[in-house]
């Protein structure tokens, strides 16, 4: 259906089917690719949301995001899937692969390829493709391109979200939604399993600077996060296969980063191995748990 085919449910149906209703502008036939923007990076307008992908030719994720329907900015920071901080071997690669210059294109049917050459002091080469499956379905491919062995293997992708998103929620083993209270410490951790948290605890976030403290909370029942703003009904769903993340992470919900995070990879690869892992973030209408799970469900069958 086109995105002006009516309201949406307050199951919250994935706006790349039913977007929200139009308003202050008549919305085009979705336009699903990006193309390259004035300045650098590249522009994207899929009738629900536009914006940049790496703006200036920055390593950075979506920036600025707007919700066309409403005007509201959603992404802030680095902004949307950005690439950020690289572990392995004990040691942290720099400060963020978003300071890492890159190679960036655009591929046939509009999908961005973002590439990171690998370097003396970054003994891999990183590859993430960005892609639209919907006017509001925003998929990520990752791949790491190891040129030696590598122990502990980590790509910590954030996203930025506007700061209307007050809410946020993980789903927890038992399929419970949690949700990140100030209560529980500043900085929250989901893991996987136990394996999980020796990973997180293994030193890498007590690296200088900008170290981080993690209290580590219930294990993930799968690795889906959720930030609403409580006003508009909007949420912002992050999800990724349970085998490719091994962590869910957030600040509490109303701390001033409106962050959420994906621990991927977490494991040794070799050299010459191509790993790979994958995301996605969706943008829903007041959404109920139900639809969030059957959303999940939906994308990891997808493969």
């Not at 008549?26 to 336009?31: G, H, K, L, M, N």
């Not at 639209?132 to 040129?147: C, F, N, V």
């Not at 083993?173 to 900085?187: H, N, T, V």
């Amino acid at each position: 259906m086109g995105c002006c085919s009516g309201r949406v449910s307050r199951r919250g149906f994935l706006l790349a089917a039913t977007a929200l209703p139009c308003v202050r502008r008549r919305c085009p036939a979705a336009d699903l690719s990006f193309h390259p923007a004035e300045g650098g990076g590249f522009a994207f307008d899929t009738g629900v949301l536009n914006g940049v992908l790496q703006a200036g030719g920055r390593s950075t994720g979506l920036l600025p995001v707007t919700h066309l329907p409403s005007g509201a900015s959603l992404a802030r920071s680095m902004g949307w899937f950005g690439v950020y901080r690289v572990f392995s071997d004990g040691r942290r690669y720099g400060n963020g692969m978003w300071y890492v210059p890159s190679e960036s294109q655009v591929e046939a049917g509009g999908a961005v390829r973002v590439r990171w050459p690998a370097a003396d002091d970054r003994p891999f080469e990183l590859i993430a493709v960005y892609r639209w499956s919907g006017p509001g379905t925003l998929d990520l491919s990752l791949e790491a391109r190891p040129q030696r062995d590598l122990t502990g293997f980590e790509v910590f992708l954030a996203c930025y979200f506007g700061s209307q998103f007050t809410s946020a929620t993980v789903l927890a083993e038992g399929g419970r939604f949690l949700a990140a209270e100030a209560a529980q410490g500043q900085w929250q951790m989901f893991p996987r399993g136990p394996q999980a948290v020796a990973l997180i605890r293994d030193g890498r976030w007590k690296i200088p600077p900008n170290p981080v403290d993690w209290a580590i909370r219930p294990a993930f029942e799968r690795p889906l996060a959720v930030r609403r703003d409580p006003t508009s009904g909007l949420a912002l769903a992050v999800m990724s296969p349970v085998e490719d993340c091994f962590a869910v992470a957030t600040p509490h919900q109303e701390e001033a980063h409106y962050s959420t995070y994906l621990s991927l990879f977490g494991r040794d690869v070799k050299q010459g191995e191509r790993a790979a892992a994958r995301a996605r973030l969706a943008l829903l209408e007041s959404p109920d748990e139900r639809a969030l799970v059957d959303l999940y469900g939906a994308y990891v069958k997808q493969g």
